[in-house]
């Protein structure tokens, strides 16, 4: 594996949490070879830093079983001492429907990571009444802020794509809403999924957060409309302003 830019700019930098073949490596002999960028100029003096962790909860690579892996052995940060997600975080692996992360009780978001390079989140839902849902992407805990680049896509029960959007949110982040996308409107009762990538695939994101809201519309009537903590049976009340 090579890289160009990934360190400090204009630097460079491999790291597992980027490059998944440069996790769990086995034992041998590596090599590093240095280059100046289009070998066209000199570099009077570079430093070369090599950190090797061994494999285990704090490593910064999501072992097979963890649920997150936030580079440290702390609890209250979303990641438990033993790696175990904490409410409102994703839970690792949620990379396919049939692993998405749930809500969690009593709460309307969730907060999660795009890593390593290439990662896609998945999370499910449910609508307990017809209703218009509405998907915003943001900085985590500041709703009006986004300092990355967001593609989420809404999709039924049976994984069925309803509809995608990439820059509708603040910043470069993703918005779905009734208003821009006419066919999320009075959406029947069920499971629904967001899945969140990178733009492109291009970059990992340290932290991101989510959050689906729905508003009922039935009969001509509008409304808070229940959205569930899935798959527990008891109803949160979200209303849209």
């Not at 072992?63 to 997600?85: I, L, M, R, V, Y």
């Not at 029947?188 to 695939?201: K, M, T």
Request: glycine fraction near 10%.
């Amino acid at each position: 594996m090579n890289n160009d830019d990934g360190g400090t700019a204009p630097c460079s930098r491999i790291h597992p949490g980027q490059y998944p073949a440069a996790a769990n490596l086995p034992v041998g002999t590596y090599y590093v070879r240095v280059e100046r960028v289009g070998n066209n100029a000199t570099q009077a003096q570079y430093v070369l830093s090599i950190k090797v962790n061994p494999p285990g909860c704090g490593d910064e690579i999501l072992q097979p079983t963890e649920q997150c892996e936030d580079g440290n052995t702390t609890s209250g940060d979303g990641c438990s001492q033993t790696c175990a997600s904490e409410s409102p975080f994703e839970i690792e692996p949620n990379g396919a429907l049939p692993t998405a992360s749930p809500l969690w009780p009593s709460t309307m978001t969730w907060k999660g990571a795009i890593t390593p390079l290439g990662d896609h989140d998945y999370f499910r839902f449910t609508l307990g009444a017809v209703g218009s849902p509405t998907l915003v992407t943001h900085d985590r805990d500041s709703p009006m802020t986004c300092a990355f680049d967001t593609v989420i896509h809404l999709l039924d029960g049976n994984g069925v794509q309803i509809a995608q959007d990439d820059d509708s949110g603040p910043g470069s982040c993703s918005a779905i809403n009734p208003v821009l996308f006419p066919q999320v409107q009075s959406l029947p009762a069920g499971q629904y999924f967001l899945w969140v990538q990178r733009f492109d695939d291009s970059q990992t994101i340290a932290g991101y957060q989510p959050a689906p809201r729905s508003r009922r519309s039935v009969s001509g009537r509008s409304g808070a409309a229940p959205i569930c903590a899935a798959p527990r049976s008891r109803k949160r009340w979200l209303t849209v302003a």
